[in-house]
């Protein structure tokens, strides 16, 4: 029996469900849209299961658990907040009533943490049977990371007007992610179509001693993180639509990535995610007697983007690389105002070179060149430049081209072939 329909496109919420669903004891099964809001977002109550304040007994939740701060030693290290602020990893946290940070222990974070030890080829293999523990661990993640900034002051000269960082956020988007990240609490299963664009693949970068990296872009529910030789790339609520429509220049990429290249390439996925014309929608389905719950996804026949806009790729990337500015050099100059200038033609990259060929990681900040306005040739004999942007044909039926996607990113895979000039990727659909 169909209880809840969540309809988000662009910033218009339909059909949202109008009433929080509970089971026979009272749990929340699914939180209205409402509540969601007040309740999770705007209010104080346990993100997981929705409990008051003072209700249960609250503990403090690391936003990045504390065995990857332990395993990276990231304590005393800091994140970029998305006012250029900085936070301490370790006491980076959110409330979280007992019950539920013990549960979150147990049943993700253990488990993930065992997952995401090893190598990139045990981590790529075992990712294939536990794919939906992956996704539902970044979509818990990404939630974490964006309830944190509703406790965080967006400018912190009082003598300005004072706003918390998070008071720009349109929170129904993240109903579903949500629903995501709690589906450990709620049993809820996720069916296909659910799991968003999301692709593993190795990191080896000389230019950095640092294991770990945080990228997420907000409006485009998009995460880039590097976890010691692992690096992966999601769009949280696509239906795997962005893997395919990029399917082309990921197909290039021939060897391990350094960190500035693994979030060039979430900011090219940030950028087929907001150039998807027609976007999936997600609901939820629960049995009438409320001891069935799924989580579901329906998606257009077609699959079809907007032309590849440089203007709106090249804010993708500032922003993803804003807090690196300064440590990259474009075309042989420096300088954080010319290099973000640089950024922001989006005719930039530090994945492909001049041919379209990829280009291994250095050891040194990583150089580019930008694309001539005028004649389309490179500016520079550098040869670090990729032509005009575009998305693969993707006019057959989605779900076709996401299968055919997989199998081609799998069959790479399960042929073992990794090299200094070879990599296999796990694309899950």
């Keep these: 029996m169909l209880f809840g329909i969540e309809l988000i496109k662009g910033h218009k919420v339909e059909n949202v469900p109008a009433k929080t669903i509970r089971d026979s004891e009272g749990k929340i099964l699914l939180f209205s849209c409402s509540q969601f809001v007040e309740d999770i977002c705007q209010g104080s109550c346990c993100f997981i299961c929705g409990a008051a304040s003072g209700s249960n007994k609250f503990n403090n939740e690391h936003v990045f658990p504390r065995w990857l701060l332990e395993r990276y030693n990231l304590f005393n290290k800091t994140v970029t907040l998305p006012n ?58 990404f939630v974490k990371v964006h309830l944190k900034d509703k406790l965080l002051r967006a400018n912190l000269d009082h003598r300005e007007e004072q706003y918390m960082i998070a008071d720009t956020y349109f929170w129904p988007e ?3 992610i949500h629903a995501v990240a709690r589906s450990i609490y709620t049993g809820a299963t996720l069916t296909n179509g659910v799991i968003g664009s999301l692709i593993i693949l190795p990191i080896d970068d000389p230019s950095t001693s640092e294991l770990f990296d945080w990228m997420d872009l907000t409006n485009q529910q998009t995460i880039a993180v590097r976890i010691g030789e692992v690096g ?95 440590h990259l050099s474009i075309n042989g100059e420096c300088g954080t105002e010319r290099v973000k200038a640089m950024l922001l033609t989006g005719k930039v990259s530090f994945i492909l070179d001049a041919n379209g060929n990829f280009r291994p990681p ?14 389309g040739e490179s500016c520079s004999n550098k040869g670090m430049v990729v032509g005009s942007g575009y998305y693969a044909n993707c006019s057959n039926n989605l779900l076709e081209a996401i299968q055919r996607s997989s199998k081609l990113f799998d069959s790479v895979m399960d042929s073992g072939a990794m090299n200094q000039n070879e990599v296999s990727f796990s694309a899950v659909a």
């Excluded at 900085?86 to 974070?109: A, F, M, V």
């Excluded at 795997?240 to 990429?253: L, P, Q, Y």
Aim: proline share 4%.
């Design 84 to 141: 250029g602020q900085k936070h301490r990893y370790g006491t980076y946290i959110i409330p979280c009533c007992q019950d539920c940070n013990s549960l979150l222990g147990s049943s993700i974070e253990v488990p993930v943490s065992q997952l995401l030890k090893g190598t990139y080829s045990e981590i790529a293999q075992a990712v294939k049977e536990y794919q939906d523990l992956l996704f539902t661990w970044l979509c818990l993640l």
């Design 174 to 176: 993240l109903h579903h």
């Design 232 to 326: 992966i790339v999601a769009v949280l609520r696509n239906a795997s639509a962005c893997v395919v429509g990029i399917r082309d220049f990921v197909s290039r990429i021939r060897g391990p990535l350094g960190t500035t290249q693994l979030r060039e390439l979430g900011a090219r996925m940030a950028a087929a995610n907001a150039d998807l014309i027609t976007k999936p929608s997600f609901g939820t389905v629960i049995s009438k007697e409320l001891d069935k719950f799924q989580l579901w996804a329906k998606y257009s026949d077609e699959l079809d983007f907007s032309p590849f806009n440089h203007e709106k790729y090249g804010q993708l990337l500032a922003h993803s690389l804003s807090d690196r500015l300064e």
């Design 362 to 375: 250095a050891n040194n900040p990583v150089r580019t060149v930008q694309q001539s306005e005028s004649t």
